[in-house]
C-alpha cells in the first residue's frame, strides 16, 4: 500500500514538474482527465513538439442551427434542423444564467487564459492521487472547444475521435482553445459555449433549452429556472427535468449553493429559489414539412435546395452520390439559413381546398395539382389531397413532383393535354388551323419516321418508326375534324394524323422545349402515343409548361427559391431563373385561341371561371389516370387525379379530365384570381388559315334524327354523345350543339337532352 501510494505520489510530482515546464503550450491539460497516466507523460512530451503546428483553421465557431423557409409573404414556412437550436446574442441572455453557468461550470472563467493553471493543476493532483478521473480541469473555453469539434463532425468516425479519451483529442481541443482565447473576448466565449451546449431533451444552446423546458426566451429566466439549466450541461441525460426531475432538482440546488458561495447570489435569494418547483412547461419543437401547413410544397424546397448544395457535382457511383446527398443534407438542416420561396398563401389555400374537397384525404384516389406564374416560372402552389405523414393513409411522397424534388419516379401520365405539344409544332410549321383529316373511330397509321439521330436506336419500332393504331374515347367520335375541332373534342384519331404530318420527332422536340421530361429526368420518349401523353411525367412541369404557352411561347423552368441568406448574412448563390423564349408570339396566340374553345364548346365546357382562360383536358390510357390543365394571362395550373396503388392496375373508370381535375382546377383558379384584374388574351394577327366559319343551324328541341339531318344537308357532319346532358329541353330531344359556328365538312356534335336531372354534367363524356 505505502509502495502504491509513493508510486502515485511519484507520478504526480513528475507531471508537475512536466507541467511547469510546457504549461506554456498547454500539452499536459491531455493528461487531466485520462486515467494510468504514469507512461504517458512521455508521449504528451513527443506530442508536444507538433502541438503549435496543429490545423485547426477549418474549425467553424458557428454551431449548428435551424434553418427557417418562408414564403412570399414573409411568413414561415418551414423549418429544419438536426439539432433544435436557436443562436442568441450575449445580450439576450438573462445575466442570471451567465452567473449560473460560469460558477458551476468554471469559476474563474474572467481570470484564465485557455488552461485555468490553478485548476489544472488541483483536477491533476486529486486524479493521479486517485488512480482515475475524478475532477475534471477543463475551462469553458475547452469545453467550446471540445463541442466546436463534436459539431464539425459529419461521421461517426469523426464523432468519435472528437470524443474518445486520447491525448492528441485533449491536445487538438487545447490547441484550438488558445487560438480561441487570442481571437476572441470572454464575452464572446461564454456567448458561443451557451450556443453550443447540449442541455438535453434535444435543446442544443440556451434560447432552446429555454423554450424546450419553460416556453420562455432565454432573456426572461428566473434564478431558480437558469440553476436548472446550468446544472444540466455536465449529464444532459441523467440531469433532464423530464426525466428525471428530482435529480435535475438536486443539481440545481448545487448550482445555487455554488452561486452563492462566489457571492453571486444572497443567501437569501438562494433559499427562496431552492423552494421553487420545476414548474416546467414544455414546448416540443417540430421541424421538416410534417410540421409545415403546406408540407408538398415544403418538400419541392427542400429538396431544391438538396440539389442546389450538390451543385454540379457528377458523382462516380451510387455510393458517392448518396454521400453527396447526407453532405448537402446536412448543411441544409445545420446551417441556420433564411430561404425565401415562391409560395403565394392565397393559391396555396384555394388549391389545397380544391383538392381536398374533390377527394377523400384517406382513399386510394388521390387529387394533385401545381400552380406556376407565367412569364416567370414561379410555382405559387403545390398540394395534393392526401396528408403528408407516414401512417396509414398519408404519404411524404411528393405526388405533384418529380424523383428530383420528391416524387415518384411512376409520375402519371398527361393524357390528351399532351396533345398541345403537337398543336404548336404544326402551327410552328405553318399548318393552316383548317387542316382537315378524316378522322374515324378507329384507325392504323404507318410510317412514322425514325428518331435515332436525336434519341435512343427504335426498340422493335416503338421509337419512332412502325405503324400505330389508334383509337376514339367512342365510336361515335368519328368525322372530319380540323385543328379547332380536333382539339375541342379531343379526338385521338385526328391527333395521330396530324402527328405524322409533323412528325413523332418534331413533335416531341416542341413538348422537349416546354421542358418536359419524364418523372425520372430522363427525355421525353418519341413514340407515336406520345401525342396522348403516355410518357409518365410530373404536374409541376405540366403547369410550368401551359404557363409558357400563357406567357406567349416565353418558357420558364419551374423555380421555387427566390432567395437564400447564410447566418452571417451572405447570400446562397441560387440559380437564376431559366426563361427563353421556345416559340414565336403569334404561335402561341394562337394555340390559345384554339384551347379557348375547349372551355367554351369543348369537353371542358361548362368549367368557366369568369374570365378569359384556355385549358385542354386529359384522360389517360385505360382510365389510369384523368387530367386537367389550363391558364389565364397572369396564372397557370395543372391538376391529375388517380388510384395511389397504381393508376394502370387500379383504373379510375368513368372518370375524364373534365370529370373532377377540371372542376378540381376551376374552383382554384376561381379562388387564386378573385380580386386581381381580369386580363385578356393577345389575339393573334398573323394569318393561321383559321376555318372559314358559318353558323350552325339552330336545331334546339328537335328529335335526334331530325337534326342530323338538318346538319348534314348544311354540310356538316354529324356525331351524337353518347353521355345525356342536362337541359331544359325535353328528354331524348338536342340540348345544344357545338360548335355554334364551323366550316362546312367539319364535324359538330349533338348534346342529348337528358332533362333537368339527367345526365352527368354539362360538359362532354370525354378527356
Not at 440546488?253 to 416546467?280: C, F, N, S, W, Y
Not at 421555387?560 to 431563373?577: E, R
Request: glycine share 10%; charged share 20%; with cysteine.
Amino acid at each position: 500500500m505505502l509502495s502504491s501510494a509513493k508510486n502515485r505520489e511519484s507520478t504526480a510530482l513528475k507531471l508537475l514538474k512536466l507541467l511547469a515546464a510546457s504549461v506554456a503550450a498547454g500539452v499536459l491539460v491531455a493528461l487531466v482527465v485520462l486515467p494510468g497516466v504514469g507512461g504517458s507523460a512521455i508521449t504528451a512530451r513527443d506530442a508536444a513538439d507538433g502541438f503549435m503546428d496543429m490545423d485547426v483553421a477549418e474549425i467553424t465557431r458557428t454551431p449548428a442551427e435551424k434553418t427557417v423557409v418562408y414564403d412570399a409573404k414573409g411568413k414561415v414556412l418551414a423549418t429544419f434542423f438536426d439539432e433544435y437550436r436557436e443562436n442568441v446574442p450575449l445580450e439576450q441572455v438573462a445575466d442570471v444564467v451567465k452567473k449560473a453557468i460560469v460558477a458551476i461550470e468554471d469559476a474563474r472563467f474572467y481570470e484564465h487564459g485557455a488552461l485555468d493553471l490553478k485548476g489544472t493543476i488541483r483536477a491533476l493532483t486529486r486524479n493521479a492521487t486517485n488512480g482515475g478521473t475524478v475532477e475534471g480541469g477543463s475551462t469553458l473555453t475547452q469545453q467550446l472547444a471540445k463541442n466546436m469539434l463534436v459539431n464539425n463532425t459529419d461521421t461517426e468516425e469523426g464523432y468519435k475521435e472528437a470524443t474518445e479519451a486520447t491525448i492528441n483529442r485533449k491536445l487538438r481541443e487545447l490547441r484550438l482553445a488558445l487560438q480561441l482565447e487570442q481571437t476572441m473576448t470572454k464575452d464572446e466565449i461564454l456567448r458561443d459555449y451557451l450556443n453550443i451546449a447540449y442541455f438535453g431533451a434535444g435543446a442544443y444552446g440556451i434560447q432552446a433549452a429555454s423554450k424546450r423546458y419553460f416556453n420562455i426566451p432565454a432573456s426572461k429566466l428566473s434564478l431558480a429556472q437558469a440553476a436548472t439549466l446550468a446544472g444540466i450541461t455536465k449529464n444532459p441525460f441523467a440531469l433532464d427535468p423530464t426525466l428525471h426531475p428530482e435529480a435535475a432538482l438536486e443539481r440545481r440546488d448545487t448550482v445555487l449553493a455554488r452561486m452563492q458561495d462566489l457571492g453571486h447570489i444572497t443567501p437569501e435569494e438562494a433559499a427562496q429559489a431552492r423552494k421553487q418547483p420545476l414548474k416546467l412547461k414544455e414546448f416540443h419543437p417540430k421541424g421538416g414539412c410534417e410540421a409545415s401547413q403546406s408540407p408538398y410544397f415544403c418538400s419541392y424546397v427542400y429538396y431544391e435546395m438538396i440539389n442546389i448544395f450538390m451543385g454540379d457535382a457528377k458523382p462516380k457511383d451510387d455510393k458517392e452520390k448518396q454521400e453527396l446527398k447526407e453532405a448537402a443534407r446536412k448543411k441544409l438542416l445545420r446551417g441556420g439559413y433564411k430561404i425565401y420561396t415562391t409560395l403565394d398563401p392565397k393559391v396555396q389555400k384555394a388549391a389545397d381546398q380544391a383538392v381536398r374537397y374533390a377527394t377523400e384525404p384517406t382513399g386510394w384516389r388521390v387529387n394533385v395539382e401545381a400552380v406556376v406564374q407565367p412569364g416567370t416560372g414561379k410555382v405559387l402552389a403545390i398540394a395534393n389531397s392526401k396528408k403528408y405523414g407516414s401512417d396509414k393513409g398519408e404519404t411524404t411522397i411528393n405526388l405533384a413532383a418529380d424523383e428530383a424534388h420528391g416524387g415518384s419516379v411512376y409520375g402519371v401520365d398527361a393524357g390528351s393535354t399532351f396533345k398541345v405539344f403537337t398543336l404548336m409544332e404544326a402551327l410552328d410549321q405553318g399548318l393552316p388551323i383548317r387542316t382537315a383529316f378524316s378522322s374515324p373511330a378507329k384507325t392504323t397509321i404507318h410510317g412514322f419516321q425514325d428518331c435515332a439521330y436525336a434519341y435512343p436506336p427504335a426498340v422493335n419500332g416503338r421509337l419512332g418508326g412502325g405503324s400505330w393504331t389508334v383509337g376514339n374515347a367512342s365510336d361515335s367520335e368519328a368525322g372530319s375534324f380540323n385543328m379547332k375541332t380536333g382539339t375541342w373534342h379531343s379526338v385521338n384519331t385526328y391527333y395521330a394524323a396530324l402527328e405524322k404530318e409533323v412528325g413523332v420527332c418534331e413533335a416531341t422536340e416542341m413538348a422537349t422545349k416546354f421542358g418536359m421530361v419524364r418523372t425520372n429526368g430522363q427525355p421525353i420518349q418519341p413514340i407515336p402515343s406520345q401525342v396522348l401523353g403516355v410518357n409518365p411525367i410530373d404536374m409541376v412541369h405540366l403547369a410550368a409548361a401551359y404557363a409558357g404557352i400563357a406567357a406567349r411561347g416565353k418558357y420558364c423552368a419551374p423555380n421555387v427559391v427566390t432567395n437564400a441568406v447564410g447566418p452571417d448574412g451572405k447570400k446562397i448563390d441560387i440559380p437564376a431563373p431559366k426563361c427563353e423564349q421556345v416559340i414565336d408570339q403569334q404561335v402561341a396566340d394562337a394555340t390559345t385561341m384554339i384551347l379557348q374553345g375547349v372551355i367554351s364548346q369543348g369537353t371542358a365546357r361548362g368549367l368557366a371561371i369568369g374570365r378569359p382562360a384556355a385549358a385542354k383536358t386529359g384522360t389517360c390510357e385505360n382510365y389510369s389516370c384523368a387530367v386537367f390543365a389550363g391558364y389565364t394571362p397572369n396564372l397557370a395550373a395543372a391538376t391529375a387525379y388517380w388510384d395511389f396503388r397504381g393508376g394502370h392496375a387500379h383504373p379510375v373508370t368513368g372518370i375524364y379530365g373534365a370529370t373532377i381535375p377540371g372542376p378540381v382546377w376551376q374552383r382554384t383558379m376561381t379562388a387564386a384570381l378573385a380580386g386581381e384584374p381580369v386580363l385578356s388574351f393577345k389575339a393573334p394577327v398573323r394569318d393561321f388559315g383559321d376555318v372559314k366559319e358559318v353558323p350552325v343551324p339552330d336545331v334546339k328541341g328537335k328529335p335526334v334524327e331530325e337534326a342530323q339531318a338538318i346538319l348534314r344537308e348544311a354540310g356538316f357532319n354529324v356525331r351524337v354523345s353518347p353521355r345525356p346532358v342536362r337541359s331544359g329541353e325535353r328528354r331524348g330531344t338536342v340540348a345544344r350543339v357545338s360548335p355554334s359556328k364551323a366550316e362546312p365538312g367539319t364535324t359538330v356534335t349533338i348534346y342529348v337532352s337528358g332533362g333537368r336531372r339527367g345526365g352527368g354534367g354539362d360538359g362532354d363524356e370525354h378527356d
